[in-house]
């Protein structure tokens, strides 16, 4: 099911999540479930945040699931793409690289039987796919420590919200007993 990356969005306009949320008149936890996919966002606030952000429409930040249940961007989708088509071009060059010879020492010593095609064809495709194991992995790396960046930053988000509160708390009882303390003298 796609969704909006709402984090992104507001990540990109340089915006907090306690900022949205007043903007939208909603609570930041509400918001923060909303980001995670955890609640359904509603009408009239997908439409608020298009006015807030300006934007015309929300194509660039939308965000579907893979068949393992992980949240991938339409961007991602793209990038798989070109991927593809970056492994067709490794593929063909790796066909105008490798010839007989270069195969035959790869192979030497091994029980492999076939033409000097096949072996390089094998090899190129056994390189190829050791690049993108290591790529993937890379990448799962990369969004596991996105996401508890992610997360540790709407924790010290949240602390810095409750100690300005606190704060303020505290403004407003000094205010208070200065006032007493001013009353009572005069």
Request: proline residues 2%; aromatic residues 4%.
């Amino acid at each position: 099911m796609a969704r909006i990356d709402i984090s992104k969005i507001r990540k990109e306009h340089g915006m907090n999540q306690q900022q949205l949320a007043e903007r939208l008149q909603i609570n930041q936890s509400f918001l923060s479930a909303i980001e995670r996919g955890k609640s359904p966002l509603p009408a009239d606030k997908e439409l608020r945040i298009k006015e807030i952000f300006g934007l015309a429409d929300f194509s660039p930040y939308m965000i579907g699931e893979d068949s393992d249940g992980r949240a991938t961007s339409t961007v991602d989708q793209l990038d798989e793409e070109r991927i593809a088509r970056m492994i067709g071009i490794l593929h063909a060059q790796a066909h105008k690289e490798l010839d007989r010879e270069e195969a035959m020492e790869h192979v030497r010593g091994l029980d492999v039987s076939g033409d000097a095609h096949e072996i390089s064809h094998a090899l190129a495709h056994k390189e190829i796919d050791r690049f993108f194991a290591d790529l993937r992995a890379r990448n799962e790396l990369l969004e596991t420590r996105n996401m508890q960046l992610t997360e540790r930053n709407e924790t010290l988000n949240q602390k810095i919200t409750d100690l300005l509160e606190e704060v303020e708390s505290l403004r407003q009882e000094n205010f208070r007993l200065r006032e007493q303390l001013l009353g009572g003298k005069l």
